[in-house]
């Protein structure tokens, strides 16, 4: 993943940390945010995508645009929006 594309999905993570009201560092955080996007969005994205994009599991992998798109929707980080 190139560098620039890295750090603006860093920044997403920081913008969905900010409009969930709390950071994710516990397995029951990307609980927490599996559900409040199921609820809020009516989206899906596991705990487990969550992790890996946070970092919280050392795989590594490319997000997919549609992850990205979800999480972009949340009202704090509508400007990350990518087209797919």
Known sequence: MNKDVSV???ELCREVETTAGRKLVTPKDFVFLENEILDKLHEQISATTLKRLWGYL?????????????LAKTPASTRYALPL
């Open 58 to 70: 050392s795989e590594d992998v490319t997000p997919r645009v549609t992850t990205l798109n979800i």
């Open 8 to 10: 603006a999905i860093r």
